[in-house]
Every structure is written in structure tokens, then in C-alpha cells.
């Protein structure tokens, strides 16, 4: 089973440029999950996806969106980019059950 | 709020010794998680731990859970270099609830 895979894997924006991240579950997994980690803040929760709806989100400005498609694609924006945006992403897949979640290998954004 | 604490957060040990790294959260929580990253990698699931008292063993690896104190614990055994990396615990709210709090690592070095 081929595992969860991101694109791009890295990318480099400057400030107040916007970016859209995607990520492919693994096939079968119907919620997916996104992460911010930096240095600063370590690894930060970004919202969760479930069925095309948004179950859960993080304590992050509204420059940060996301959505998932009907195939459990899903796809996050960042808005009006900042310095401190600066982070690799990581997506995260999970069945229905949630045994467990299952990351992908991230993009690192660099904001210059 | 769901607070998650490791310790130590730095860890510098000789191959063949023992040593065990400690994850504290504050609240009652369903499932507990280890992950393992190596530098500028994604994460790599390790263990689940599902109810008190669960034991898990990987090779030199070993996670336990004690849901009353609230605590989990990572065993190394006779530690090898291939184990050098940062270890996290992460733990989410209830089942279905997939959004992981995730401790600030313990980064581990393996000296020959």
C-alpha cells in the first residue's frame, strides 16, 4: 500500500505570497490531518479533515485554511504569507477506525 | 487544554546501556502515541497504546502506559547507534478525535 504522499516537498514563497500544499492519503483512509512543526513551537495541530468537512482545527489564524475532496484528497492554504510561517507541514492520514495516523514527509516552506 | 511533557528532552548515551524516556499529559486521554524522527524527516509511528496498562516491544524498543498516573514511558535496551533520533509522544482527546498533542521530543544520541 503505497503511503501518504505531500506535494511539493519544498518550496520557497516571500512575504505576503500565498501557497497551497497537497496531500494524498493513504487509499482507503477518509480522514486526513495537518501539522505545523518549527523549532519554536515543535509540532502544532492544523486542522483535521473527515468526509470532505472540517472536524477539527488549531489555534492558527485565518490566513490558514484547508479542504478536503470527495477522493480524500486534501489540500491547505496559507494566506498573505509571514516570516514565521517558515515550517514543514506534515499531513497525516488515519482509517475510520483511527488507529493510528500515518504522516507523509512533509514540505518544508521556507518564506523569505 | 490537553498539555503533553517529555523529559528528558536531550539524551546523550553509550551503545549497550538502558535508559528510559517519560511522557506526562494532563488529561484523561483515549490513545497515547510514540513517534520516531530522524533529522529532516517525517515521522515514523512506533507504538499505540490503547488502555492502562499496555505493553508494547519492538526490538530494543519498549512503551508502556499507566492511564491513572497519567504517564507513559519508552524503554531502550542495550541501545545501538541506528536508534539515534528524536522521539515523540503524542496523545489525542478521545476516540475519533483525530488531533494529536504531541510532547517536545526527546532527541536521542547514541554514542558509539
Known amino acids: 500500500k503505497a503511503g501518504v504522499t505531500q506535494t511539493p516537498r519544498y518550496l520557497i514563497k516571500t512575504r505576503g505570497q500565498q501557497v497551497t500544499l497537497s496531500c494524498s492519503p493513504i487509499?482507503?483512509?477518509?480522514?486526513v490531518s495537518w501539522y505545523q512543526q518549527t523549532p519554536g513551537q515543535g509540532l502544532q495541530f492544523l486542522f483535521e479533515?473527515?468526509?470532505?468537512?472540517?472536524?477539527n482545527k488549531g489555534n492558527f489564524p485565518g490566513r490558514f485554511s484547508g479542504r478536503q475532496f470527495s477522493n480524500s484528497r486534501s489540500e491547505m492554504n496559507v494566506s498573505t504569507l509571514e516570516l514565521g510561517d517558515s515550517a514543514l507541514y506534515l499531513c497525516?492520514?488515519?482509517?475510520?477506525?483511527?488507529?493510528?495516523?500515518?504522516f507523509g514527509p512533509g514540505t518544508r516552506l521556507t518564506v523569505l | 487544554e490537553l498539555k503533553v511533557e517529555q523529559n528528558p528532552l536531550f539524551l546523550s548515551m553509550q551503545e549497550g546501556k538502558n535508559y528510559t524516556i517519560y511522557c506526562n499529559y494532563s488529561t484523561t486521554s483515549d490513545r497515547l502515541y510514540w513517534y520516531r524522527q530522524d533529522p529532516g524527516k517525517s515521522l515514523e509511528s512506533l507504538f499505540v497504546?490503547?488502555?492502562?496498562?499496555a505493553v508494547k516491544q519492538e526490538g530494543r524498543l519498549m512503551a508502556s502506559l499507566d492511564t491513572k498516573a497519567r504517564l507513559s514511558t519508552l524503554h531502550i535496551t542495550a541501545a545501538v547507534h541506528d536508534l539515534s533520533a528524536t522521539y515523540f509522544c503524542a496523545v489525542d482527546r478521545y476516540f475519533g478525535n483525530e488531533k494529536l498533542t504531541f510532547g517536545t521530543g526527546t532527541r536521542l544520541t547514541i554514542i558509539p
Open positions: 497504546l490503547l488502555s492502562n496498562g
Open positions: 497525516a492520514s488515519s482509517s475510520l477506525t483511527g488507529d493510528t495516523q500515518y
Open positions: 479533515y473527515f468526509s470532505e468537512t472540517q472536524r
Open positions: 487509499s482507503g483512509h477518509r480522514s
